[in-house]
């Protein structure tokens, strides 16, 4: 008897363990919702850049450049800890596999495949 409690006990463990992992990836992709402000970067992306991730898989991303205000348009799709990004530029589409470091209500630290990591604070 108690031999079946304990593989009933691990299998529910388990089976938790394996929701927990399923809630994890859809919190990411609900919580990377929003309006996100870069805060510090290691990368490309100017600090002050406002990222807009929306409910539907769109992201943009406004940069101000050479003193000239930007607005780039693309796609994301967020797996796990696993950030994918195709960005549309001039005539070019970009793609970028991204890892999500950290995610919260309020920060996220995005590090692309380089090391390089971006830090933003949630702004809406």
């Known amino acids: 008897m ?3 409690f304990g593989v ?4 529910v463990l388990f089976g938790l363990a394996g929701f927990a992992g399923a809630d994890d990836k859809d919190d990411n992709a609900k919580k990377i919702v929003g309006k996100w402000e870069v805060t510090k970067s290691g990368s490309d992306v100017p600090v002050g850049s406002i990222v807009t991730f929306s409910k539907d898989g769109k992201i943009n991303v406004a ?8 607005s780039i348009d693309g ?5 796990k800890d696993k950030l994918t ?7 070019q589409t970009i793609e970028e596999a991204l890892t999500l470091h950290k ?5 996220l630290e ?6 390089k990591v971006v830090v933003l604070k949630k702004v809406k």
């Open 103 to 107: 995610l919260t209500d309020k920060e």
């Open 110 to 115: 995005i590090k692309d495949k380089d090391g």
């Open 8 to 11: 009933a006990l691990v299998a």
């Open 63 to 70: 940069v101000k450049l050479d003193g000239k205000d930007e």
């Open 85 to 91: 990004v195709k960005l549309k530029v001039a005539d």
């Open 2 to 4: 108690k031999r079946l």
């Open 75 to 79: 796609t994301y799709k967020v797996e």
